[in-house]
């Protein structure tokens, strides 16, 4: 079957070039002139890439990719920006957001071809790698009368890399499933009304995000952005749903993670409203440290991330953690955190 291509392009010229080459090379090509229509024939022909222009009317590259990246059946296409811009600041948002590669224009025939084989290639691999069976889905289902099932949730699940800073979900979007984590680290977040954030988790590996929007057919309550790169895969809510009806074993083992799930936030919330400024900096940084692989002390977090997680301002983060470092329960060197002594932490007066 041949590979499905979509060029969204305002400038004709310079679109009926690229389809021009890419007929040539063998592949089925879509093209739009705006954002728009671009959005509209991603969800009627499903590409296997995107090409996308920055600077368009109406809708332009970064609302394309928004749109794109909210649709779970297009999410992990590669997606490549066009553009005339060379300037670092476009060229970071474009790839915080979750484009997978750019083009500046002008380029050459061989420069097309190559970053789209190469970004293919790359999704291929991904998908080989991750298409092996996750352990952590295997407790969900009974081993006999699940099986066929689970394999065949594994085969159609969605898998996508997050770069670090990068938003899975906002506050508000619609649950569309349930996100596994299978690599790196993820924070959620609720905004106050006076602009202040409260960190209410952070997750690491086998852990899953959206849990509550899943089983309540609600909004996500939380927004999710990746604290470094990340790699996670979406169950859409479909084959949750029709796990829960099929297999009881299923249903209980997710009222567990929810039960879980709510009792660290109640525990958070107690820690929030009665402890000191000292033990809710401790408590954060243990349970840091307690998510951290093997007997790993150190972790990186950022002064912001770590207020947001202890509720409490930037200035009073920095004061705490230098009362820390010359107390001699931490060593500080720049972002990254080393707990020296952690029994006096968790032991911390309130």
Do not use: W
């Amino acid at each position: 079957m041949s590979i499905k291509v979509l060029v969204i392009e305002d400038n004709t010229d310079i679109r009926e070039n690229i389809v021009e080459i890419l007929g040539l090379a063998g592949y089925t090509v879509f093209a739009a002139s705006n954002g728009k229509t671009g959005v509209d024939m991603a969800l009627k022909n499903l590409p296997d890439i995107i090409l996308c222009d920055i600077m368009m009317p109406e809708l332009d590259g970064y609302g394309v990719l928004y749109m794109i990246n909210k649709n779970p059946e297009l999410s992990a296409v590669p997606f490549i920006f066009l553009t005339a811009k060379a300037e670092r600041l476009d060229l970071r948002k474009g790839m915080e957001m979750g484009a997978d590669d750019y083009l500046t224009k002008p380029f050459d025939d061989l420069e097309l071809l190559t970053a789209i084989e190469t970004r293919l290639k790359k999704k291929q691999a991904q998908q080989d790698y991750y298409n092996k069976p996750l352990d952590q889905l295997n407790t969900l289902i009974a081993k006999n009368t699940g099986l066929a099932e689970l394999q065949k949730t594994i085969q159609e699940r969605k898998v996508r890399p997050f770069k670090k800073n990068q938003v899975i979900y906002y506050d508000g979007d619609k649950g569309n499933g349930l996100y596994l984590l299978i690599s790196g680290k993820v924070k959620t977040i609720k905004m106050a009304e006076d602009g202040r954030e409260l960190m209410t988790g952070i997750y690491t590996a086998d852990e899953y995000l959206g849990i509550n929007a899943t089983l309540t057919d609600d909004a996500y309550g939380d927004t999710a952005t990746a604290l470094e790169d990340s790699t996670l895969c979406l169950i859409p809510k479909e084959q949750i749903e029709r796990l829960l009806n099929l297999y009881p074993e299923v249903g209980r083992e997710f009222i567990k993670l929810l039960a879980n799930d709510v009792k660290d936030k109640e525990e958070q919330l107690l820690q929030l409203a009665y402890n000191s400024v000292r033990k809710r900096m401790a408590g954060a940084m243990l349970r840091i440290h307690a998510q951290q692989p093997g007997a790993d002390d150190s972790f990186k977090i950022s002064r912001e991330d770590l207020a947001a997680l202890a509720c409490m301002a930037t200035e009073t983060v920095s004061r705490t953690l230098s009362d820390f470092k010359d107390e001699g329960l931490i060593d500080k060197k720049g972002s990254t955190i080393t707990i020296l002594d952690a029994k006096r932490l968790a032991k911390m007066k309130n």
